[in-house]
């Protein structure tokens, strides 16, 4: 298949678009600023801003699946402020839309977010909300991805986590009890790929598993997705310092003089956090149901925060060489 990944570049979307190209499919990564060196070889690159229309429109041209990645993170405070969630959440996917449908592309992967509302209670979450929106009254076949917060390497989750949560001694919003379902980049993507087809067997060469059909089961459907652990802020803060050999101590912040320092934070120029940061520190980043079974992977398969700071992936199973 002739497979689009809009924000192609990125943490996930370089790590997509490897697992697309070894699966056979004809992959084309579009990004503001595509480079070689976070793309594997074959992968081909064209550039592009989801707010600019006419920048991306003839991307989609010949295309038979799009995946919508790009996205900014909403653990920190985006250049330009909390309206650049709707420039590029709601917006730059009415641009992916527009074009999608005007040139018949067979599906739309969206990434959205846990917590998606047009009502929420964060810019991010109420631009991913609005997104979902159009993607699900657009006539294209569609699947949609929930997931929680992706570590892995060239991620920003571990690194976030130390910014908020320094070695030794630790000042959290509420005590660090805000909860989050940490799922590993290499147990992610293949769920995403899987949507264009079922992994190629040792019988399949890439040529064969290129053409392969969309898989119709997840075509309409909406995924939540999270790790294999529900894990308190606190505990990955100590889970991170003592991969390092390190070890933190928790002091509460109580949550109103949090939201009196990152209020005022709001409007120091540069600074990382605000109050929409502050306020998504009040809901948990969690799964109502894990829908990793959707796609044949059972949760003990799935890598543990733990096994991957120690230097091990690959399940439940890892934790225990961790520990040895």
Request: aromatic share 6%; charged share 25%; with cysteine.
């Amino acid at each position: 298949m002739r497979v689009l990944v809009v924000g192609g570049s990125g943490f996930i979307g370089s790590a997509l678009c490897r697992a697309l190209k070894d699966r056979g499919h004809d992959v084309t990564a579009l990004s503001r600023s595509p480079s070689g060196d976070d793309l594997p070889k074959g992968v081909n690159k064209v550039m592009g801003n989801v707010r600019d229309y006419g920048s991306i429109r003839d991307a989609f041209e010949g295309v038979d699946a799009v995946y919508n990645l790009v996205s900014l993170s909403p653990l920190f405070k985006p250049s330009g402020g909390d309206r650049m969630h709707d420039e590029i959440h709601r917006r730059g996917t009415e641009h992916v839309v527009r074009a999608a449908e005007k040139n018949d592309v067979g599906h739309l992967v969206q990434i959205s977010a846990l917590g998606a509302d047009p009502d929420g209670p964060t810019a991010f979450v109420r631009a991913k909300g609005e997104a979902e929106e159009i993607v699900t009254e657009s006539v294209l076949d569609y699947t949609i991805f929930r997931p929680s917060v992706v570590f892995g390497e060239g991620g920003e989750f571990i690194s976030f986590t130390k910014l908020l949560a320094p070695p030794y001694l630790s000042i959290l919003p509420g005590g660090g009890k805000t909860r989050f379902q940490p799922i590993w980049v290499g147990d992610f993507v293949p769920m995403l790929a899987d949507v264009l087809g079922p992994r190629p067997t040792s019988n399949q060469n890439s040529e064969s598993s290129g053409d392969a059909i969309e898989d119709e089961k997840h075509v309409g459907r909406v995924y939540e997705i999270g790790g294999p652990d529900k894990l308190t802020l606190a505990e990955i803060a100590r889970l991170v310092h003592r991969s390092d050999g390190r070890s933190t101590t928790v002091v509460p912040l109580p949550m109103g003089i949090a939201k009196v320092g990152l209020s005022v934070l709001d409007f120091v120029p540069g600074f990382p956090m605000g109050k929409d940061q502050y306020r998504s520190l009040q809901f948990d980043n969690v799964t109502d149901h894990n829908d990793v079974d959707a796609f044949g992977v059972g949760i003990g398969e799935l890598t543990t925060l733990k096994a991957y700071l120690n230097g091990h992936a690959g399940g439940r199973a890892a934790d225990a060489a961790a520990a040895a």
